[in-house]
């Protein structure tokens, strides 16, 4: 009875050992990932519509850099900095 016990633990051990190594080969490679820059959420200080850093409008005023949904949006913000 006890040998029938400890074959069955082996079996059983041997078992998660080849699982996890077929899991391990199925992972090899690479994760693939998002640039962080081109995702990133930005606010348009204009209207204050978050809007993809990649797909933004941007200016440089006064040596910041601001995102905006629209150029626009991008006018009347300076214009506002004018007055």
């Keep these: 009875m ?3 016990l400890l074959i069955l633990g082996l079996l059983v051990i041997l078992y998660f050992l080849v ?3 077929v899991r391990g080969l199925k992972g090899q490679g690479k994760p ?3 640039p ?3 995702d990133e959420m930005v606010q348009d200080p204009e209207c ?3 809007v993809p850093r990649g797909v933004a409008v941007t200016e440089d005023i006064g040596g910041q850099t601001y995102y905006f949904c629209s150029q626009s949006c991008a006018h009347k913000f ?5 007055r």
């Design 78 to 82: 300076q214009e506002k900095l004018v």
């Design 48 to 50: 204050l519509v978050f």
């Design 36 to 38: 962080p820059s081109k």
């Design 32 to 34: 693939e990932r998002l």
């Design 2 to 4: 006890y040998r029938f």
């Design 19 to 21: 699982r996890r190594a």
